[in-house]
Nanobody, 124 residues
C-alpha cells in the first residue's frame, strides 16, 4: 500500500492544522493506521493510532485532548486533527499502516508501510 501525507505547514501556537493521509494500492480497511512524528536527532515517536474500523483510538499523553485521529474507509484516508498546537509539536509527521488489523501498536517497527512525511512547524 502507498501512503501520501499532506496538510503540514506553519501554524501559530494555539492554532490548528489537519493532516491527511491518502492510501492506495491496498484494502484500506484491513489496516491499523498510525501517525508518528520525528524531530532531528530524536527517535520517531508514536502520536496516535486507530483501529481498522475506527473503534479503537490511542494517543501519546502529550497530545491527548488536543489531537484527534479519524479515518474514512470509503475515501481510503486517515486524518489527524491537531488543535491547541504548541511549539513542541513541531516535527515531521508520518502516517503509517500496520497490516495486523486487530491491535493498535505504538512502535514504529510494527508498522509495515509509511508515507513520506509532512512538516509541521508551530511558532510561539
Amino acid at each position: 500500500v502507498q501512503l501520501q501525507a499532506s496538510g503540514g505547514g506553519l501554524a501559530q501556537a494555539g492554532g490548528s492544522l489537519r493532516l491527511s493521509c491518502a492510501a492506495s494500492g491496498g484494502t484500506f480497511s484491513n489496516y491499523v493506521m498510525g501517525w508518528f512524528r520525528q524531530v532531528p536527532g530524536k527517535e520517531r515517536e508514536f502520536v496516535a493510532g486507530l483501529g481498522w474500523n475506527g473503534g479503537s483510538t490511542y494517543y501519546t499523553d502529550s497530545v491527548k485532548g488536543r489531537f484527534t485521529i479519524s479515518r474514512d474507509n470509503a475515501k481510503n484516508t486517515v486524518y489527524l486533527q491537531m488543535n491547541s498546537l504548541k511549539p513542541e509539536d513541531t516535527a515531521v509527521y508520518y502516517c503509517a499502516a500496520d497490516a495486523y488489523r486487530w491491535v493498535v501498536k505504538t512502535r514504529p517497527i510494527d508498522y509495515h508501510y509509511w508515507g513520506q512525511g509532512t512538516l509541521v512547524t508551530v511558532s510561539s
